[in-house]
């Protein structure tokens, strides 16, 4: 049986933006899957890259596991609430994006949400970013909507988000 | 009217008038190979989807760990690639970036030919906004294999430093000039 992938919104950045909503999601998925290629205005080789749930400001916690092409971290402690993974900052190489997917399982269950996020960023350079995220906001809601953004700048234009519905 | 596979157990909606209109998938297989020795190569690639993602099952003829290979439109103009890596082999970690070899880009994990048998590599690589003109193309992998006892595991970006829209990709081994063992699998999707 084929994946059954459906696509349930998209948006292209034509001018820099402080974040992108994505509202009224349907219900009558099994799992979401966000993917985006992201760029951030921030002058520096990397910027956070942050997912909000409906709204929630609070209840986040991670662990992450992250490469910069010359050295491994792993963390579990949030420095940013709704920090997720590492994408490029305005100081790399000219024209290149991150690749980041996120994956929401049974996301209109009624416990805690458990996601998680794998991203790259690029570089014409030793340093980008590899980041592994297990992730988990504690509103037992059923997610209705996510907020997406660069967190230190805004994001850059010609990065695309797309929404998909998974059954 | 729901309807449930009597295979799968899973249930459905059907098509008939006054039910809910069944939207098409966005996920879509564009070509698939066995790609017995040599690698693949996918070529005239589709330019109406969002996205792209490659799945691989693969195995060096190699003697040693080597790496899975690939080059975008033929282009192989040195300086063109970069790739970086994070990788686990069960006892260490590492982070690293690799420009040699720079007119393809290389990426481990791939599983050496001296290992059991039936132990192969997967690998899937997610390469989007492929058609996009003004965006590099990047491409995030996620490898790995375990042959009881030995094994790689690894995130992986590689960037192709060229704005043209990819219309062909061709994958295979580095040490191995691009030769692989037979049962491999390559399988290209389109993602809308």
Redesign the interface.
């Known amino acids: 049986?084929?994946?059954?992938?459906?696509?349930i919104a998209?948006v292209t950045v034509a001018s820099p933006v402080s974040s992108i909503i994505f509202s009224s999601i349907p219900q009558g998925y099994t799992d979401l899957k966000l993917?985006?290629?992201v760029r951030s205005n921030r002058a520096s080789q990397e910027d956070g890259f942050g997912i909000t749930l409906n709204s929630a400001s609070s209840g986040y916690t991670y662990r992450v596991?992250?490469?910069?092409?010359?050295?491994?971290s792993s963390v579990n402690t949030a420095y940013e609430q709704i920090w997720a993974v590492r994408v490029n900052g305005n100081s790399t190489?000219t024209?290149?994006?991150?690749?980041v997917?996120v994956y929401f399982p049974n996301y209109t269950g009624s416990t805690g949400k458990s996601y998680s996020a794998?991203?790259?960023?690029?570089?014409?350079?030793?340093e980008?970013?590899?980041?592994?995220n297990a992730l988990f906001q504690s509103s037992t809601s059923a997610i209705t909507s996510l907020t997406v953004q660069t967190i230190n700048s805004t994001t850059a234009t010609?990065s695309?988000f797309?929404l998909?519905g998974i059954l | 009217m729901a309807i449930t596979s009597l295979k799968s157990g899973i249930s459905t909606r059907s098509g008939m008038a006054g039910n809910t209109l069944i939207y098409p998938g966005s996920y879509d297989s564009i070509a698939s190979t066995n790609g017995s020795v040599g690698g693949a190569t996918f070529t005239s690639i589709p330019q109406t989807y969002t996205h792209l993602q490659l799945r691989i099952i693969t195995k060096s003829q190699g003697a040693a760990t080597d790496f899975y290979n690939w080059r975008f439109n033929a282009d192989a103009t040195s300086g063109n690639y970069r790739t970086h890596t994070l990788l686990g082999t069960g006892s260490s970690v590492s982070s690293y970036t690799n420009t040699t070899g720079n007119t393809s880009a290389f990426i481990p994990t791939e599983n050496p030919g001296t290992n059991a048998t039936n132990v192969f590599a997967g690998i899937i690589i997610d390469i989007l906004d492929y058609t996009n003109t003004n965006k590099y193309t990047t491409m995030r992998t996620l490898a790995g294999w375990s042959a009881n006892g030995s094994g790689q595991i690894s995130l992986s970006s590689g960037v192709w430093l060229n704005t043209s829209a990819v219309t062909s990709i061709a994958v295979g081994g580095y040490n191995t000039d691009l030769s692989y063992s037979g049962n491999a699998s390559y399988a290209l999707y389109g993602i809308a």
């Open positions: 049986m084929a994946l059954q992938l459906f696509k998209d993917v985006a290629s596991l992250s490469g910069n092409g010359t050295s491994v190489t024209n290149t994006f991150s690749s997917d794998d991203a790259v960023s690029e570089n014409n350079a030793t980008a970013y590899a980041t592994l010609g695309t797309t998909y």
